[in-house]
């Protein structure tokens, strides 16, 4: 079935660095999807891209797509303590299935202030 | 807060027993979503309800049953529980039949001793 993997599992960093997760997947993407995880808390919707090669900025976030819709970037640029959480990828279900979301692992962000 | 409610928050009980999660989606959201998230597996969707119908299924257990009343709340069954089967329960909701962009519950932390 669909594998939506991503690295690092962990990042560590000061306050002020930037900060890089990266999504692959098995196959071919429609589209893809950034979620954000505080501590304690439930996914929440960052972002949605669907072209191919397309790149979305939110304030300090840049999102990227890449050119054969298999892979995915989020990038942070002078991470802030409010940064903190996991950031899933998440791919729409190959198929028949293309109702349900497919989340990697996720990238676990803390932040040293 | 994403409009959306589940109940309880925490759950404990034993093995071999039956539990009953409990979701209400964000106002005029049609479509529920049932994901399970654990350390080691990450967040796994389970069952997809539009509307009061079974719309996709991923990884759940047979031991595992949900429907969607006609005031489109919903509810997942968990029975025969295992230790295995502790895990944050999300809920989310969105208005359409395929929306990737889904808004979660605070979930239900149970755990089976």
């Excluded at chain 1, 304030?59 to 409010?82: M, P, V, Y």
Aim: hydrophobic share 30%.
């Amino acid at each position: 079935g669909q594998q939506v993997m991503q690295i690092p599992q962990y990042q560590h960093v000061q306050e002020g660095e930037d900060f890089t997760t990266y999504c692959n997947s098995s196959t071919t993407l429609s589209n893809i999807q950034w979620y954000k995880q505080r501590p304690g808390g439930h996914p929440v919707f960052l972002i949605q891209l669907v072209k191919s090669g397309e790149v979305k900025k939110q304030k300090r976030l840049t999102f990227q797509f890449g050119e054969a819709k298999k892979n995915s970037s989020l990038h942070i640029t002078a991470t802030q303590t409010t940064d903190v959480g996991t950031y899933f990828c998440a791919g729409p279900g190959s198929g028949g299935s293309n109702y349900k979301l497919t989340f990697g692992k996720g990238t676990l962000l803390t932040v040293n202030p | 807060d994403s409009g959306v409610t589940q109940t309880p928050k925490h759950l404990i009980t034993a093995t071999g027993q039956r539990v009953t999660l409990r979701c209400s989606p964000r106002s005029g959201d049609l479509s529920v979503y049932w994901y399970q998230q654990s350390l080691d597996q990450g967040l796994q969707f389970l069952i997809q309800y539009y509307n009061g119908e079974e719309r996709a299924k991923g990884n759940i257990l047979e031991r595992f049953s949900a429907q969607q009343f006609p005031d489109l709340h919903s509810e997942l069954n968990l029975s025969s529980l295992e230790l295995g089967d502790s895990a944050l329960y999300f809920c989310a909701s969105s208005s359409r039949l395929a929306s990737y962009e889904q808004y979660f519950g605070p979930g239900t932390r149970l755990t089976v001793t």
